[in-house]
């Protein structure tokens, strides 16, 4: 439900700060949320702090702002805390005689960006209000190839080249006397513990046992359940009922493709079989309802999105299911986004594609396509990097916890935030800690934590196959394909991308559908870069490679050129 942005001066703000503030928080509103919604705007001296959708949920405490939930020993004295000592789903903004802070998560579900030169220090939940705040914007180009090959803005980077994220597990610290910044990131590195398990289940189902619990300091009247048929959001109720007892107030919501709700095997039949066991309300929410043209439904999630991520096919609705729950009772949503593990990897490509960063290289057609933005630099950093002798399993899983947790899981929770509040329990720092500490075998398709769920002997099976649609398939249909054509044509796609790039991606676009798919694999152009490639080892493996699918790359270009237009003239209208 809420956006803030924080600003800190060297000196004393301008009489024109809470003007500024107050168009910020507007500008973050959807179009179609109703009068209701709140802005809190303060401003003190050399503090400034506006946040857009204000509620109940939101923290503040004098000077300093909790957005998201802290559980543990922390949750009554984060203000003050050790960085260490706060675990939980959140991002904090505190003010210290001496020094500013921000303070993200173990896996910064919650993203804090900033801005910082000689006289101001800008933080925010948002790109685009750092972006208003300042008046004028500097596209950062390294996000192309980024976008189009992953559909994120990567690891690290934002709209805006000024504007920096702040890291996972961090506390960026603001020395008010000698103006400087310092970070400190603490790691909590993967490394296998030599516990039998039977030992490292315990320790596991302890530590979730502890999160669900410290969720009795919700108002259940103000939360719903996000329930599906799996095991993830499953076990929050599972272990609801084992700790404190399912509130009957708690709603759980759905969503489901229309009309397949009732199927057999899927998410929807199963998630109602399941809250109608605990005895609590569930609700469907269909998310691909809405009687709009196209352009407005990408428009809107570009809006809520600020556009760091392509996953557009859930929000078909037009944003209209979330408007509902934030005119309703319900401001925040309960998660079971995780991190136990996921399914078995055979090569190195396979593990960036399982998270989501899989880079131009990765494809076969994208480095010809990019041209000179395929050397922008886009590697993962050391860091993020395959370490010597680790396995292809805990790689997998480290870049789940270090990039996919706080680059795409962070980026759809964004979509969300100017609707309502989200917290994801099963993300806590303890629980994380102990999967750090397993065997790949018992994380492999999250295979110790499906144990612990499955002891619980609930008589309802766990969805057998989903409903939704593909985001190729959806791009494929001819009001999309329309679209998507119509947009390649305007001059603010060239603006942004360039004329060689934008001609490479509309062939690319125009290729990508019947005869000409063929004409497109088996071309001259096609025929001139085999050949070529045959001849070095570099060029043998690309042509192992697939593809990348012209539509979906039409889309991610679109939402580049989009976003430099509307960040370039703070022209989000639709």
Known sequence: MAKLIYVVGRNALGKDTVGRLEAVADALTPDHIASTSQTLVQVEGKLGLAISGFSPLVTVQARNVLLGLVLDAAKDNWSTAEHAAIDGNYAIFRDFPEAFELLSDCVASRTIWYYFDDDVLIAS??????????GNFVFDARVIPWVLSSGSLGPELSWDARVKKVPNNTRLSLDKSGWRLSRDTRKTPF???DANPSDQKDALRKQIACSIKDLAALDFERWALSLSGGYDSRSILLFLHQTIGVPTSLKAITYVMRGRAEEEGTDGKLAQALARLFGIEHQYLEKDTAAMPVARLIDRFLFCGEGRIDHFRGYLDGMESWRDLHNSATQGLIRGDMGFGQRHVRTEREVRGTVGSLLAADFRNVPRILGKHATAGQVLSQELGRQPDETLQTWRDRLMHHFRLSSVTAALADVKYPYLEQISPLLS???LTVVRTLPDNARANKALFRQIVAEFDVDIPVASKGTGQSLRRLLR????????????????????????LTKAILSEFRAGKGFGRLLSLWGLQGMVYSALDLFSA?????????????????????????????LSNDDFSF
């Open 125 to 134: 939940t948002s790109q685009r209000a750092i972006v208003k705040y300042l």
């Open 191 to 193: 490394r296998l513990n």
């Open 429 to 431: 720092e303890k629980i």
């Open 477 to 500: 249909q001819p009001e999309f394909h329309t679209y998507l054509r119509q947009q390649l044509a305007q001059p603010y796609v060239e603006t942004a991308l360039g004329a060689d």
């Open 538 to 566: 570099q060029g043998r493996a690309r042509l192992r490679s697939p593809r990348l699918d012209g539509h979906i790359l039409a889309f991610r270009a679109i939402v580049v050129a989009k976003m430099h237009r509307n």
